[in-house]
């Protein structure tokens, strides 16, 4: 019986390890470089800033990021409207070393994290990531207030009356 307990347990984190690994949302042979370019390009056009996302597929609070932005009715809203998101690999296969190193070396504060740049591609803030967490997962008013704290418009009076 108690083998029995053991292989079920092993079962189970075998299952949340593959689950985790499974959600492939960085593609390591992305040019970062370039999908960067591209995005100041269209928020240029769009009046908008980029965020971008830097972590791995190996990074378990990287990828539950990814999907909180993505399902996340309001947030998702929010975020569409106000910024092009950019997910930067950061692993073994590919570090993105030069691109790290224009942004100011983000990966000091750990994975996930957030860089906002305006539609000049200038570095306006670097997110620790583990500020807009809660217990397991994000913080509704954490991440909500951070993408209204960023967006292109947040220093318009009009915002404040």
């Known amino acids: 019986m ?7 347990f092993l079962l189970c984190v075998w299952g949340v390890v593959n689950t985790v690994s499974a959600q492939k949302v960085y593609n390591p042979k992305a040019n970062a470089k370039h999908d960067i370019e591209n995005a100041i390009k269209k928020a240029q056009k769009e009046g908008k800033h980029v965020l971008l996302q830097v972590g791995g597929n190996w990074c378990p609070w990287c990828v539950k990021m990814h999907k909180y932005l993505d399902t996340n009715k309001e ?9 092009i998101f950019v997910l930067v690999n950061y692993s073994k296969e590919n570090k993105n070393t ?10 000091r504060f750990g994975f996930p994290v957030l860089v906002v740049l305006n539609a000049k591609g200038e570095r306006l803030h670097t997110q620790n990531s583990w500020y807009l967490e809660k217990e397991k ?18 220093l318009n ?3 404040y009356k």
């Not at 030069?98 to 990966?107: A, F, H, N, R, S």
């Open 2 to 8: 108690k083998i029995l307990k053991i292989a079920v």
């Open 75 to 83: 947030i998702n809203q929010l975020l569409n409207a106000n910024y």
């Open 98 to 107: 030069e691109v790290l190193k224009q942004l100011g070396y983000p990966q």
């Open 137 to 154: 997962g994000y913080d509704f008013k954490k991440v909500k207030s951070f993408l209204l704290n960023w967006r292109p418009d947040a």
């Open 157 to 159: 009076p009009k915002n």
